[in-house]
Nanobody, 113 residues
Framework: QVQLVVSGGGVVQTGGSLRLSCTASKNIFTINAMGWFRQAPDKQRELVSM???????TYADSVKGRFTISRDNAENTLYLQMSGLKPDDTAVYYC???????WGQGTQVTVSS
């Protein structure tokens, strides 16, 4: 398993921005794909965005146009730039590989008005 350390969560007002970071313990270019997930209270975890080894990117419809996934292979870090945040974005955000590993603790994002 690759160790993943997630950071960057916090509290932000509606319309604000945050950037989440996920640093891996191995070269991320060797991983088939990586993605960001989130889980709101009393809801199931959902895929927010993912990027494949080849650079193919997908987004959930709910975040398309507002979130941007990127990676820095040299730093073994995956990012999620979140802009135009909405209260519905409030959730614990997780980083994981594909195929998925056991879930880490994630980072809390809270969007208030």
């Amino acid at each position: 398993q690759v160790q993943l350390v997630v950071s960057g969560g916090g509290v932000v007002q509606t319309g604000g921005s945050l950037r989440l970071s996920c640093t891996a313990s191995k070269n991320i270019f060797t991983i088939n794909a990586m993605g960001w997930f989130r889980q709101a209270p009393d809801k199931q975890r959902e895929l927010v965005s993912m990027i494949t080894k080849s650079g193919k990117i997908t987004y959930a419809d709910s975040v398309k146009g507002r979130f941007t996934i990127s990676r820095d292979n040299a730093e073994n870090t995956l990012y999620l730039q979140m802009s135009g945040l909405k209260p519905d974005d409030t959730a614990v955000y997780y980083c994981n590989t594909f195929p998925t590993q056991p879930w880490g603790q994630g980072t809390q994002v809270t969007v208030s008005s």
